[in-house]
């Protein structure tokens, strides 16, 4: 059994994000934007990016309305922001590669 993650302090993740530029912080959660050229390549992302929230067991609160995917991580078992939602952020990015408008 694993060890459950800790809350990270407000400077780790303000560290976390420096590599994450699109990412922010938003009501206590990481947040993202994606916009993608058409409604079927945001649902494609969006079911590639469920597959990683799977195999990590780490699961995003996300929407899409046509091209456009919202995301917001947390963690709430550790009632913050954690490890894993920063690195299903960095997972996400390399998978929205140049799908994604920047």
Known sequence: ????????????VKEGLQGLSQWSLSGGKLH???RFGSFVEA??????AALVAESMNHH???????QTVK???TTHDAGGITENDLEMA?????L???RAER
């Open 1 to 12: 059994m694993s060890a459950r993650p800790a809350k990270l302090e407000e400077s780790e």
């Open 32 to 34: 993202r934007e994606y």
């Open 43 to 48: 649902f494609g992302f969006m079911a590639s």
């Open 60 to 66: 995003p609160e996300w929407s899409n309305v046509y």
């Open 71 to 73: 995301i917001d991580l």
């Open 90 to 94: 960095r997972r996400f990015e390399k």
């Open 96 to 98: 929205a590669g140049q």
